[in-house]
């Protein structure tokens, strides 16, 4: 019996004790369940971040090594620019030479041109090309001066057959006029 007391004394005691503290447990439990929730929220928001991250490293990784590439690129584009420049430079430089050697061109074919205007060979086969046109001219000036005597006699005599013509005709006109006269009066 004895231990049957002590048993419900036990019970008792469980009993006043759950009494006092059971809203603490009960609180306690509660808050146990909200801060295992929160931690699976907590769990879950961390997964999600770590996802994130994870996918912002992998675009890192992407982004560093197409900024490589676009490092590269620049480098590239910066010495094709300053060839380009360079050869722009040296072209203009060429350009310039160009246009001396051109003017020094220029002025050699003018000395050359003076030059062989007084080349022997070629004068003396002017010379004798010459001297034929000016045989064919003579030629032909002498003929139309033979021509052009010719046609002045002729002219020359039909001029004073004209003349002789002209006063045959003037000697003609009084003895017409006498005749008209004669006809007006007689129709009179």
Excluded: F, W
Aim: hydrophobic share 30%.
């Amino acid at each position: 019996m004895l231990t049957l007391n002590k048993l419900e004394k036990v019970m008792e005691l469980e009993e006043k004790l759950r009494g006092e503290y059971q809203t603490q447990l009960d609180e306690k439990a509660a808050e146990i369940q909200n801060l295992s929730k929160h931690k699976a929220e907590l769990q879950g928001t961390v997964e999600a971040q770590d996802a994130t991250i994870k996918q912002q490293l992998e675009t890192i990784t992407d982004l560093s090594s197409k900024t490589s590439n676009g490092q590269r690129l620049e480098q590239l584009n910066r010495e094709l620019t300053n060839r380009a420049d360079k050869q722009q430079d040296e072209i203009a430089e060429l350009k310039k030479r160009v246009k001396g050697l051109q003017k020094d061109l220029a002025e050699v074919r003018a000395e050359n041109k003076v030059l062989t205007q007084y080349d022997p060979l070629k004068m003396k086969k002017n010379l004798e090309a010459n001297k034929k046109k000016l045989a064919e001219k003579t030629k032909g000036a002498d003929l139309l001066q033979k021509s052009l005597s010719k046609s002045k006699n002729e002219n020359a005599e039909l001029q004073q057959k004209i003349a002789e013509l002209e006063a045959k005709i003037a000697e003609m006109e009084p003895e017409e006029e006498t005749q008209e006269e004669t006809r007006e009066e007689a129709a009179a």
